[in-house]
């Protein structure tokens, strides 16, 4: 693995740099750098200026429409935009069911999907997780039955990401109750317009609305939109894990949160503790690399991308437990209407404080979602320690 930039690299980061200043809205950058919540629009508007570069698919080989970077643009793209204060791209479409759709879709489906994931002009949004089953996804509960050329769903999914805002959602479904739990589950992508689809928000701690409850009451799902074959969805469903998870490892972004921590802090004491995470960030960092060259050369994202999940939320939550250590008292006033734009509210201390302590409290799911902590590490001990 080579990590030396030669010149073109050092141009193509130049390129990303300069299209991000021209098309990343002042007001959305200002949001990322000062931790308030996006609208739609900030997402929508930069992801679709993304599609028409050809870039937001960026992880996508040509043949389906994605630019072909190897591992070093890949690197370098992430970073300059995070150092640019671009929101997140919203992962659902284009990191998870896109690469599901071309790998185990028909030609019909690429066809039909592809196009408006590239180019963020669908949303997209996640339905995984259910009541009683959100790392054990084998329990899912959710049915499937098939009537002719449609299935009738019925269940309910929740800590649905962006759901609100979604066109379609995939779906894990049972559609065999008598086979064992994973051998029964199949992957289907819903439209959220169909009659029966029902989404009630969840409003967390910092006062944003970004998850909820999707309840399917019947709803009818042509058989046409199954990917892969029937009962055989949980192959689909460890390959996008596996996508997913190397995604939380959020490099980029914890970069940036080390930058904003010396920003804040000019306490000696805190010092040592802001250097030690950049060493850990660092060292994620490389192992991300790793992962990133094995794909390279034709791998696929396997059970090791659970380390990086592992490590990638712990650093995560300390980078914003030193927050919270920085702007000390002023952490505690409970002020989440200043984490929106529009808000006539006077912070308590800097500027900087209101974000500290809903940006805590917000961080502890990390070590829940995309599967959590603990089964990471029983993944590890099992398919890479062989313990």
């Excluded at 990303?16 to 950058?29: E, I, M, W």
């Excluded at 739990?181 to 029902?198: R, Y």
């Excluded at 006539?344 to 209101?354: F, L, Q, R, S, Y």
Aim: proline share 6%.
């Amino acid at each position: 693995m080579d990590l030396a930039l030669k010149p073109e690299h050092k141009a193509f980061a130049d390129e990303v740099r300069a299209f991000a200043r021209k098309n990343l809205s002042p007001a959305t950058k200002a949001k990322t750098l000062s931790g308030k919540h996006y609208d739609r629009d900030d997402h929508v508007v930069w992801q679709q200026a993304l599609g028409k570069q050809g870039w937001l698919a960026y992880t996508w080989p040509k043949k389906y429409g994605g630019p072909g970077w190897g591992v070093t643009e890949r690197f370098l793209f992430e970073n300059v935009l995070a150092e640019e204060g671009a929101p997140r791209i919203i992962p659902f479409g284009v990191k998870m069911v896109g690469p599901v759709i071309y790998t185990f879709g028909n030609e019909e489906q690429k066809e039909r999907f592809l196009p408006g994931i590239r180019s963020s002009d669908v949303s997209w949004c996640q339905g995984y997780s259910e009541p009683g089953a959100g790392s054990d996804l084998a329990n899912l509960r959710t049915r499937a039955v098939r009537e002719g050329d449609h299935y009738i769903v019925n269940g309910q999914k929740t800590w649905t990401s962006y759901a609100h805002w979604g066109d379609w959602i995939f779906c894990l479904v049972r559609t065999n109750t008598e086979a064992k739990a994973q051998e029964g589950i199949s992957f289907l992508l819903i439209d959220m317009k169909t009659p029966g689809v029902t989404v009630r928000p969840i409003i967390m701690l910092d006062g944003a609305h970004a998850v909820n409850d999707v309840f399917l009451d019947n709803v009818k799902v042509p058989v046409a939109n199954l990917i892969g074959k029937e009962n055989e969805g949980w192959t689909c469903a460890k390959f996008l894990l596996a996508n997913e998870r190397l995604g939380i490892a959020e490099v980029p972004a914890s970069k940036r949160g080390v930058g904003m921590l010396r920003a804040i802090s000019d306490d000696p004491s805190m010092a040592e503790k802001i250097a030690d995470v950049d060493l850990q960030v660092q060292a994620l960092e490389m192992s991300e690399l790793r992962a990133l060259s094995t794909m390279a050369l034709g791998g696929a994202p396997g059970p090791e991308v659970s380390t990086l999940k592992v490590r990638g939320s712990e650093i995560q939550q300390r980078i914003a437990e030193l927050a919270m250590e920085a702007v000390g008292e002023y952490a505690a006033p409970y002020q989440p209407g200043m984490l929106f734009h529009d808000t006539n509210e006077t912070p308590i201390g800097p500027d900087h404080a209101p974000p500290a302590a809903p940006r805590y409290f917000n961080m502890r799911k990390t070590s829940i979602y995309g599967g959590s902590t603990e089964i990471q590490k029983n993944i590890v001990s099992k398919m890479v320690l062989g313990l």
